[in-house]
C-alpha cells in the first residue's frame, strides 16, 4: 500500500567501470526522486550491478531521508537562490495557474513535493545530479511566513 500514495521517478542512471586486476568491474548509479506530494520530497542515489535493484536502493533511501518543504497554499511561500557545487537553483512563487515552469530536475522535484505554482531557473551547469541536489537545498531553505 505504501508503494501508491509516493510519486517516484527515475532523473539519472549512470554506467559506472572500476578497473580491477581482474578486468572491468561495471555497475549503475541511478537517481530517484521520491515525494508524496503534500510537502514531503526526498532524493536517493542508488547503485548496483543491475538497474532494477539500484533503483530499488535509491528509492529505499529517498523515503528515508524525506524533508518537509513550508508551502503557501499550491506555491512557495518566498523567493529562494541557492548554489550547491557549480550548480545555482532560483524558485520563485507563481501565482495560482502558472504552473511548474521549471527544467527537467527541477520540475520533478516540485511536483514530488507538490507544488503546483513556481517558476524556476537553473544556472550554472546541465548537470541533472547537481541541479536536483541544489532544488533539495533550495527548498530546505524555505521558512514557513505567518500570514
Sequence with gaps: ME???FFERVVQVNRVSKKTKGGDKRSLSVIVVAGDRK?????????AADVQSAV???TAYAKKHLIDVPLKGRTIPHMVLVKVG?????LKPARE???VIAGGAVRV????????DVV??????KNQASNVYAT???????KRLNT
Excluded at 510537502?39 to 547503485?47: D, E, F, S, Y
Excluded at 533539495?136 to 524555505?142: I, Q, S, V
Design 39 to 47: 510537502g514531503r520530497v526526498g532524493v536517493g542515489l542508488g547503485k
Design 120 to 125: 524556476s531557473k537553473t544556472l550554472g551547469t
Design 97 to 99: 495557474g502558472t504552473g
Design 136 to 142: 533539495l537545498e533550495a527548498l530546505k531553505k524555505l
Design 86 to 90: 557549480a550548480a545555482k537553483v532560483l
Design 56 to 58: 530499488r536502493k535509491a
Design 109 to 116: 522535484v516540485a511536483e514530488a513535493a507538490g507544488i503546483h
Design 3 to 5: 508503494e501508491k500514495e
